[in-house]
């Protein structure tokens, strides 16, 4: 009974009520379950249930995801939709903050055991992914454990080289050859990106535009995008196109986007020359996302850290990504309007993200794919965390020494907690039950 009070109450402080749209979509297993309660993770590392090795707290603090799952990795392009390098790193940065290393290292290490159950879930029919995906070969439990083994391997090998060479944690990640299981998903964000293949059908921009008007507009998406009245329309024009790199063709309202913050008012703004009339100026186009923004996620448990931490919501967010990205989005910003603070990023042309059935489920992934996938995560996570402080070594330093020491403890602590995690998803439904 404690458990099920705790999770109300963290899902109340964040969403306001319990019941909520998002809430029903956790209901579904114990992977969305986590990807839609970060909060209750630190909640759970400060009442001690998850307890880490203390030696692993110790080191200096970095810019951290906060929220750092396997499916907060995918391809994106540097500088949003205004560079043409498609990369492989994370993609979501809502809860970064300057923080503890080790918190993502867990986290990420969690999510892979939950996408091994899930994985099972689906390929035994327990768990309903939408796809015919029931009978395939699914991971096992012993992936999951290699998995946990090579992401922090492949994290402590960045860290290593970072230390005999600095410059080389402005790496990338971005190239992916076959047999590997990313190679595919690479090949499709490149199609995607501005003057690929796949730019007038696939892209971001091609999804939520109709291209083949001019000047282009938003797609009529009743389930997904809502026009603004004339007022509403004139008041967000007012307060955000100085942000903005050129001409806002079209305003809409995005609903029930995401997991952890699917309750987040947002907008997509199409943003383009003011004359666009014709094909080639649509390279030129782009869909730039304003969304409120709230406290990250580990700040409610972990005020203290840092002062850098006490920055608004969105500003805080926006430092933070810059930190650890080689190559920010250049319209990565933050807003004050109507009493609430708002980021402003990039909706990158090649975006292709990952999904558990990605790399949990069929031939690929059982045969190498699913533990390769968690050591190119291990890699761009390490030169995401290695980039917030470029003054000095002493994060990778640190991290060098002690985490061989105690990857065995790190990775046994997630083994237990995930126990829990596991048994969230029922709770909640319990929950809901009862308050109905």
Request: charged share 20%; net charge positive.
């Amino acid at each position: 009974m404690q458990r099920i009070r705790q999770i109300e109450a963290e899902l109340v402080r964040v969403d306001g009520k319990l019941g909520v749209g998002k809430h029903r979509k956790m209901l579904a297993n114990p992977y969305v379950f986590m990807r839609g309660a970060a909060q209750l993770f630190y909640a759970d590392l400060a009442s001690g249930l998850l307890n880490l090795p203390q030696a692993l707290l110790s080191v200096p603090l970095t810019t951290v995801m906060g929220d750092c799952h396997l499916g907060n990795f995918g391809f994106l392009t540097e500088e949003g939709s205004h560079g043409d390098q498609v990369i492989f790193s994370p993609n979501d940065f809502d809860d970064a903050c300057i923080g503890h290393a080790v918190w993502d290292l867990a986290r990420f290490c969690s999510s892979l055991l939950l996408c091994v159950d899930y994985c099972q879930g689906v390929s035994a029919g327990r768990y309903n992914n939408g796809t015919q995906c029931q009978g395939d070969p699914a991971v096992s439990q012993e992936l999951g454990l290699q998995a946990m083994h090579g992401f922090l391997d492949q994290y402590l090998n960045i860290c290593k080289a970072s230390i005999d060479v600095p410059e080389s944690r402005m790496q990338v990640l971005k190239l992916f050859k076959k047999p590997h299981l990313l190679a595919k998903k690479q090949k499709k964000a490149v199609a995607r990106a501005a003057g690929g293949e796949q730019f007038h059908s696939k892209s971001a921009l091609a999804k939520a535009v109709d291209l083949s008007q001019f000047p282009p507009r938003f797609r009529h998406l009743p389930d997904k995008f809502r026009p603004l009245t004339a007022e509403l329309d004139a008041s967000v024009r007012q307060a955000f196109a100085p942000y903005m790199d050129d001409a806002i063709l079209d305003i809409v309202r995005r609903l029930d986007a995401g997991t952890g913050s699917a309750n987040m008012q947002r907008f997509y703004m199409l943003v383009g020359p003011a004359n666009c009339a014709s094909p080639d100026d649509l390279p030129l186009c782009h869909v730039v996302e304003v969304k409120k923004q709230r406290q990250a996620a580990p700040l409610h448990w972990f005020a203290d850290l840092s002062q850098v931490n006490q920055l608004n919501p969105a500003h805080l967010t926006a430092v933070c990504q810059r930190r650890m990205q080689r190559r920010p989005d250049l319209l990565l910003d933050e807003v004050y309007w109507q009493g609430e603070h708002y980021l402003v990023r990039s909706r990158h042309h090649a975006r292709v993200g990952i999904d558990p059935e990605d790399i949990g489920l069929g031939n690929k992934a059982v045969r190498g794919g699913f533990v390769a996938y968690a050591q190119a995560c291990g890699q761009a996570l390490a030169l995401a965390h290695c980039r917030g402080d470029r003054r000095s070594v002493r994060f990778e330093t640190a991290m060098a020494d002690l985490l061989p020491g105690h990857k065995e403890a790190l990775i046994k602590a997630v083994s237990d907690y995930v126990k829990y995690q596991l048994d969230d998803c029922n709770l909640l439904k319990s929950l809901l039950k009862i308050n109905s």
